[in-house]
C-alpha cells in the first residue's frame, strides 16, 4: 500500500486503505467519500468548505492530512479544539462584559431618573411652601436647564423661567419673587 493510499478509521483510528468500505479492525462501517479536514480535523465530505471550520479544503491539503501520522492527526483535532474553547471563553467574557456595562449603564439611567425627578421634587416643594395661593406647576428638566411653568389658578396668568441648573440656588427664590409679585397685580 502507498502512502497516499492511507486513511485512518475515524473510530478507532487504526490505518485502513482509503477505499475501504469498513475497518477490518473495529468492523465500523466508514462513511463514503468521507475525509477529514486538514485544518481542524474534522470529518468532511472531500472538495467542500468544512462545517466545523469554515476552511476550504484542497484536495493537496487532504493528501498532507494523510500523509500524517495518527499522533499528528490527533494533535491537530485537540489544537483545533482548544483553539474553539479559548475563543467560546473570550467570546463568553465579552458577552459578561457587554453584559455588565448595559447592566451599569441602566442603573446610572435609573439614578439619573431618579436624581431628575428629586430635583423636580424639591423645586416644586420649595415654589408651594413660600406661596399661599393656588397654583399649577409644570417643571421639566433639560441637561443644563430646569424650564419651569407656573400657572396662577382661576386667573390665567403664567409665569415661565428657565433656570441654568447651576443658579437654582439663587435663581429660584427670584422666581418665586415674581411669581408672588404677578399674583398679587393679579389679585387686586
Known amino acids: 500500500m502507498a502512502d497516499f ?9 487504526e490505518e485502513i486503505n482509503y477505499m475501504a468500505n469498513t475497518c477490518y479492525v473495529c468492523g465500523e462501517d466508514l462513511p ?11 470529518e468532511v465530505d472531500e472538495g467542500l468548505i468544512c462545517e ?25 483535532r485537540e489544537s483545533y479544539l482548544q483553539k474553539k474553547l479559548e475563543e467560546k471563553a473570550k467570546d463568553e467574557a465579552l458577552q459578561k462584559e457587554l453584559e455588565e456595562k448595559r447592566r451599569k449603564d441602566l442603573e446610572q439611567h ?20 413660600h406661596i ?38 439663587t435663581a429660584l427664590p427670584k422666581f418665586v419673587k415674581a411669581l408672588i409679585a404677578t399674583y398679587e397685580v393679579v389679585d387686586k
Open 5 to 13: 493510499d492511507i486513511e485512518y478509521c475515524p473510530y478507532c483510528g
Open 32 to 42: 463514503e467519500g468521507a475525509s477529514f479536514c486538514p485544518h481542524c480535523g474534522e
Open 52 to 76: 466545523e471550520c469554515g476552511e476550504v479544503i484542497s484536495e493537496d491539503d487532504v493528501e498532507k492530512y494523510n500523509q500524517l501520522s495518527q499522533e499528528e492527526k490527533t494533535a491537530l
Open 110 to 129: 435609573k439614578n439619573s431618573i431618579d436624581q431628575d425627578e428629586a430635583l423636580i421634587n424639591e423645586v416644586t416643594d420649595f415654589i408651594k411652601s
Open 132 to 169: 399661599s395661593f393656588d397654583c399649577k406647576l409644570k417643571i421639566s428638566l433639560t441637561l443644563t436647564y430646569i424650564e419651569i411653568q407656573a400657572k396662577v389658578v382661576d386667573t390665567g396668568y403664567s409665569l415661565s423661567a428657565r433656570i441654568p441648573q447651576k443658579d437654582i440656588a
